[in-house]
């Protein structure tokens, strides 16, 4: 269970406010305006930005002033992360070895994770030569090998085309339930939240206005999430 306690951040005039819990297994979807706090909360969580005061719990565990490489947590931004003067074999051992010091074992974990989302045999092909989605695919394979029970992902997807992103949607429920990874997705399309999310938590300026389950919302939305629909 993430259990958000409280949790203010100040900056520059904007203030977010958050208390709320997410069980394990759990697929959240925040949503909102441009600079409601989507992704200020989801780089709080994630440990990038400090909080002025709350805490941020994870089962028995304190994260609020937990190094961001040592929290349970994986990431996925919209442009995928991928360095690319390295191999996507590189790309990926970085999340078992940061010196890249690779044994078989760590060899073929990276094989089997490209692999399973679709990219057998691309270990020494660099991020530049795929396509979005090879791209999207590739940074998916890294969080299977960082092997953690959270996945915050922020617009992960809105550069892609409609078909892109429904398969990629697909892509990661199917890791979720597989898994039992907890997810929160910060997002503009209710249809992408629609289709990976059980929860939808809607954030206006950094104040939480609606949190209800997503399913049955466009026949009887709350009014907060009408413009969403």
């Known amino acids: 269970m993430l259990e958000i306690t409280n949790l203010t951040y100040r900056s520059e005039g904007f203030e977010l406010n958050a208390t709320f819990r997410v069980e394990r297994g759990e697929r959240l979807a925040l949503m909102g305006q441009s600079g409601a706090g989507k992704s200020t909360l989801i780089s709080l969580i994630a440990g990038f930005l400090s909080p002025n005061a709350g805490e941020i719990w994870f ?75 090879q791209q999207s695919r590739a940074a998916i394979a890294r969080i299977l090998l960082q092997n953690r029970p959270i996945l915050l992902m922020d617009e992960p997807f809105a550069a892609l085309d409609p078909a892109l992103r429904r ?19 910060a997002s503009h399309d209710f249809t992408d939240a629609e289709r990976m999310c059980d929860r939808v938590m809607l954030l206006s300026e950094g104040q939480i206005t609606e949190d209800c389950p997503i399913a049955g919302l466009r026949a009887a939305p709350p009014a907060g999430l009408v413009p969403w629909l």
Request: with cysteine; charged share 20%; net charge negative.
């Open 59 to 133: 089962d028995s565990t304190n994260l609020t002033q937990c190094d961001p490489s040592k929290r349970p947590i994986s990431i996925l931004f919209q442009d995928s992360n991928l360095f690319p003067h390295l191999t996507l074999r590189e790309n990926l051992g970085l999340a078992l070895s940061p010196r890249l010091a690779l044994n078989a074992a760590m060899e073929a974990q990276i094989s089997a994770a490209l692999a399973q989302v679709g990219l057998r045999g691309f270990e020494g092909r660099r991020p530049a030569s795929l396509s979005g989605g």
């Open 167 to 185: 398969e990629m949607a697909e892509l990661i429920c199917s890791l979720c339930r597989d898994l039992g990874l907890t997810l929160i997705l």
